[in-house]
């Protein structure tokens, strides 16, 4: 659950609301898009005591809610008790899994009790099993059932389905057909809604550019995707961003390497973001006018297309995204069906200088 009345404020005085902090990088799914899996060696170098100090600081500089993740949250050790910290500090948990450690019942219980007021996301982009096999390969079909086993126990135990999301990253390996039919099932037999993650092309680094094309959807298909979801959840329009703009501006991201970002998605080694040089409560202070995209705040800022949006008080298009092409933080979504020609594939390379 988010505390809108919160999230706004802090968007509104240049604050963060919650803070993705990743404590692993080990992971069970093997989707073939994700960028842990790209990863040639780990980089976990979060400790326990710098998690415990991170939380501290994150509760003196006014952020309400932790996004756990990974990897997969659930395998670090130690996670139940970075949770009740968390829980005691006053914060809401959220958690983003794979799913699949909810095969372990008591875990799931426990997960649940500690994300009493906070969500829980589950990751699962198709219930096709010959599509879930070629995007994690390493795997079985049956996944898909214990994941929605996990899902039943979840309501099962009283945990609410409107605190329950099924966070998709949308790729070309998938027609909209069956995304939409994905949708379509998790609200229809669960009530749980979607969160749809278009696809971010430089989170495969060392991967050629034209292996990372596969993984791009076209945009027509993007858009019949949410033209499609927001008629099903009845609502006029859906922000290209995977969460609002506010809460994209409201949010930041410590990476399981120590190094802390915009978006867990915008994966750069920036010297001045580095917790092994400064501590966090002075990289946010510093930052805070990038870590908040701050410049888009105003929406003269906003590149041609975004100003005069119908949906520019919700959405400023994905800044991932963006930055992925090259276009740094403040370009076009090249995604967004509503500006069609607005980027360009290219891979990141390195460090944008809008960063």
Excluded at 36 to 42: L, P, R
Aim: charged content about 25%.
């Amino acid at each position: 659950m988010i505390d809108f009345e919160k999230l706004d404020q802090a968007y509104h005085e240049d604050r963060f609301y919650s803070l993705q902090l990743e404590v692993g990088d080990r992971c069970q799914q093997g989707c073939i898009y994700c960028y842990m899996n790209a990863v040639e060696e780990g980089k976990n170098q979060l400790t326990d005591s710098m998690i415990y100090k991170l939380l501290e600081d994150s509760r003196a500089l006014g952020i309400n809610a932790i996004e756990w993740l990974g990897g997969e949250p659930l395998l670090r050790p130690g996670i139940f008790s970075f949770m009740e910290k968390s829980r005691d500090l006053g914060f809401r948990n959220n958690m983003w899994t794979g799913g699949l450690p909810f095969k372990d019942k008591g875990l799931a219980k426990k997960t649940a009790a500690l994300c009493r007021h906070g969500l829980i996301s589950i990751h699962l982009s198709t219930i096709n099993p010959s599509l879930y096999k070629n995007m994690h390969p390493e795997r079985s079909p049956e996944d898909i059932d214990l994941i929605l086993d996990g899902i039943g126990y979840l309501l099962e135990i009283g945990y609410p389905s409107e605190q329950l999301i099924n966070s998709v990253t949308y790729t070309g390996l998938q027609g909209s057909d069956d995304l939409i039919a994905t949708m379509q099932y998790f609200f229809e037999e669960f009530g749980i809604q979607t969160s749809i993650n278009v696809y971010h092309t430089y989170l495969r680094p060392g991967t050629s550019p034209g292996e990372l094309q596969k993984f791009i959807p076209a945009p027509e298909e993007v858009s019949r995707v949410y033209h499609y979801y927001k008629k099903m959840i009845k609502v006029k329009e859906l922000p290209m961003n995977c969460v609002n703009k506010q809460y994209c501006s409201a949010t930041l991201a410590v990476l399981n390497n120590g190094f802390v970002t915009p978006c867990a998605t915008i994966r750069e080694e920036v010297p001045a973001m580095d917790l092994r040089n400064h501590s966090f409560k002075h990289i946010v202070n510093a930052n805070k006018h990038i870590l908040g995209f701050n410049h888009f705040k105003k929406p003269e800022n906003r590149p041609d297309g975004c100003r005069n949006c119908k949906i520019n008080e919700e959405c400023w298009g994905c800044r991932s995204r963006s930055y992925a092409i090259g276009k740094g933080l403040f370009g076009i979504d090249p995604r967004c069906f509503r500006n069609p020609g607005g980027g360009k594939f290219r891979q990141h390379t390195g460090v944008n200088p809008s960063f």
